[in-house]
C-alpha cells in the first residue's frame, strides 16, 4: 500500500479501505473471499511488497492471485506515463516472486498451478488434491460447468461453441439491454482444433498423466522390457489374431482360455 506506486498506477487505496471492504463482506455472509497481489509494480521495493503480502495475509482470503505487472504502454496507452526506469529489473522482479511465493506457502496457502494460492481447507485446494481441478480463461476453478456467463460491460461469456464478449461502453451496454437485446459486441466460434487445444489447457485428464502414475506404469513396464534380453522379444502376429498358440498355452497354465476357444 506505498502510496508513491498506487499514485503511479492510478489506483489509490489504503489498508483501511482494503480492511474495511473485507468486513462489510464478511458481516453479510460472504467469507470466502480472493485477492489479487500484483509485483514488479512501478516503484515498488521488496519491502513494500513485504507489506502488501503482510496485510493480505492478516485479511485470511480464501484464496490469493499472485501476478506480475505487465507494461505494455504500446497497446495500454496510458501506460508510458510511467517511466521505464521506475520498473523493477528482471532479477528484481524474479526476487519478488520468489519472495511472495515463499510468504504465501509459509502461511497456509497452497500453490495452484502457475499464479494461484488456496488455503488447505477451500474447495480449489481439495480439487487440486482429488484431481479436479479445471482452468478457464477466467483462471482456475473447481467448477466443470461447460458454460460461463459474464453478466455487465465487456464481460466475456465461454460456450461450448465459443466465446462472446458483451459491449464495453457502458452506456452502449444499458441502451442495448434497454431495447430488448443481447449486449453481445463481438465472439468466436471454435474449431475442433480449438476446443482441442482448450482441453489441453484445461488440463483434462484423458489428456495427462501425473509423475507419480508414470512411474507407476514403468514400474510395470520395465521389468517386461528386461526379460525380451534373455527370452527374446515380442513375437508379432496378424492384426485381428489372437495371437501365437503359445500365448493361449500362457494363459492355460492359470486356468484360463480365450472366451472364442472355449
Known amino acids: 500500500c506505498d502510496p508513491k506506486v498506487q499514485r503511479a498506477i492510478n489506483r489509490l487505496q489504503s489498508p483501511w479501505d482494503l480492511r474495511n471492504a473485507a468486513g462489510l463482506l464478511r458481516e453479510r455472509g460472504i ?15 521488496m519491502m513494500g511488497l513485504e507489506h502488501n503480502l503482510e496485510l493480505a495475509v492478516e485479511m485470511l482470503p480464501s ?35 520468489t ?17 494461484h494460492f488456496a488455503l488447505g481447507g477451500d474447495e480449489l485446494a481439495i480439487a487440486a488434491e482429488r ?18 456467463l459474464g453478466f455487465g460491460a465487456s464481460a466475456i461469456s465461454a460456450l461450448p461453441q465459443g466465446y462472446v464478449q458483451n459491449q464495453v461502453n457502458t452506456a452502449l451496454y444499458r441502451r442495448t439491454l434497454d431495447a430488448n437485446r443481447l449486449p453481445v459486441a463481438k465472439g468466436i466460434v471454435l474449431s475442433d482444433e480449438d476446443r482441442l487445444r482448450r482441453d489441453v489447457i484445461d488440463g483434462r485428464l484423458n489428456l ?49 482360455s480365450w472366451s472364442e476357444e472355449q
Open 63 to 97: 484464496r490469493m492471485a499472485l501476478f506480475g505487472y505487465a507494461h505494455v504502454p504500446f497497446f495500454k496507452k496510458h501506460q508510458a506515463l510511467i517511466p521505464e526506469k521506475a520498473l523493477p529489473g528482471v532479477e528484481e522482479r524474479l526476487a519478488m516472486l
Open 99 to 115: 519472495f511472495a511465493e515463499g510468504c504465501l506457502t509459509g502461511n497456509g496457502y497452497q500453490p495452484i498451478g502457475l499464479d
Open 208 to 256: 495427462f498423466v501425473r509423475s507419480d502414475e508414470q512411474e507407476e506404469a514403468w514400474r510395470w513396464v520395465e521389468p517386461l522390457i528386461d526379460s525380451w534380453s534373455s527370452d527374446g522379444a515380442p513375437r508379432p502376429y496378424a492384426a485381428g489374431t489372437w495371437g501365437p498358440s503359445a500365448s493361449s498355452a500362457m494363459i492355460a497354465r492359470d486356468g484360463f
Open 131 to 148: 484431481r479436479t481441478l479445471h482452468r478457464n480463461f477466467q483462471g482456475y476453478t473447481a467448477d466443470a460447468a461447460p458454460a460461463l
Open 31 to 45: 467469507d470466502r473471499l480472493n485477492l489479487d497481489l500484483v509485483y514488479g509494480l512501478p516503484y515498488q521495493t
